[in-house]
């Protein structure tokens, strides 16, 4: 199915108003792109390392949204302009100039997955999406099924294969293992391939948990070894104790430099004497800040490795 789609041109101190507006004339799925800044807690939610250079002179904004075929695109307009002139009495509503496109009905969410392929991450470790085939295998080959959903890590990414590598050359067995911003669980998934007899996962977003529990099954391994839950160990005192305080040999963070920094100052309370931290995510920009934090919280740094822009640093408590 074809929908249409009108792009509208405003400012952005009218956005509540317009949109109440569109609203009220039955449209209630809306995408706005402005110059405003988000907030330093929006940052943190969104997990955005890097930030996009804004023209915040620029107070304009645009409102997009989609028509079915069957709905009347010219009555629709009539329906906007005739809202926007009610506005201009109590705020600029900017041009008020409407653009009409046509797109195709895409399933946006699945429609990434004919570009996730099975790969190696190295000589024996393979990743491979749970709906594709399996064709290049030996019976060395550790393979890890995965299906990430909206959660973050198939595992292709820098960062996720700088910290695969880690685990796997630092990891010993029997070992007790932390994976924080466990996404679509597959830093827990490899840690008890490859040995450890208890591995926790944690996000702040209960849909990767969901997501995480899903592959942990996919890939046979029993709850007994692998549970993942939601919460934020940075912050949340009650979540941390429910984590456990002084009993993992290894912690393992694929996040974001800004996020790793706090973390490093909090992680050391889980770890036993002389574990490891593996932290990676972390833009080769910020590098120096966070072996600096890193330093700071009670750590010496054991190793560091470049892939691309990405940075993992391997640390011990």
Not at 75 to 86: A, K, N, R, S, V
Not at 183 to 194: E, N, P, Q, T
Not at 217 to 236: A, P, Q, R
Not at 249 to 273: Q, T, W
Request: some cysteine; hydrophobic content about 40%; glycine content about 8%.
């Amino acid at each position: 199915m074809k929908w249409t789609k009108l792009t509208l041109s405003t400012m952005a101190d009218a956005l509540d108003l317009v949109s109440n507006m569109l609203n009220e004339l039955g449209i209630d799925g809306i995408e706005i792109i402005d110059n405003v800044p988000i907030t330093e807690n929006e940052r943190k939610a969104m997990f955005i390392d890097i930030l996009p250079e804004l023209d915040e002179d620029d107070k304009t904004a645009t409102i997009s949204f989609y028509l079915e075929e069957n709905q009347d695109v010219g009555e629709t307009i009539t329906q906007i302009q005739d809202g926007l002139e009610e506005l201009k009495s109590f705020t600029d509503v900017g041009s008020g100039k409407i653009e009409i496109s046509e797109t195709e009905d895409v399933d946006w969410i699945n429609n990434w997955k004919e570009f996730f392929k099975p790969f190696r991450v190295d000589d024996t470790i393979v990743i491979k999406p749970t709906w594709e085939p399996l064709l290049d295998i030996s019976e060395n080959d550790l393979v890890i099924e995965i299906d990430p959903g909206t959660a973050f890590g198939t595992g292709a990414h820098e960062t996720t294969k700088l910290c695969i590598l880690g685990i796997k050359k630092y990891i010993k067995p029997g070992i007790k293992l932390l994976d924080v911003g466990s996404g679509s669980g597959i830093l827990s998934i490899i840690g008890a391939k490859l040995g450890a007899s208890v591995v926790l996962g944690t996000d702040i977003d209960p849909n990767a948990v969901t997501a995480a529990l899903e592959n942990v099954e996919v890939n046979h391994i029993s709850s007994d070894i692998v549970n993942i839950l939601s919460g934020d160990i940075i912050t949340d005192e009650a979540f941390q104790q429910k984590v456990g305080l002084g009993c993992y040999d290894m912690v393992v963070a694929n996040i974001l430099a800004d996020v790793i920094i706090p973390l490093s100052a909090e992680i050391g309370k889980h770890l036993k004497e002389d574990g490891i931290f593996i932290s990676s995510g972390i833009i080769n920009t910020k590098k120096e800040q966070v072996k600096e934090a890193i330093l700071k919280n009670g750590f010496r740094i054991i190793e560091i490795k470049e892939m691309g822009d990405w940075v993992s640093i391997v640390a011990q408590k």
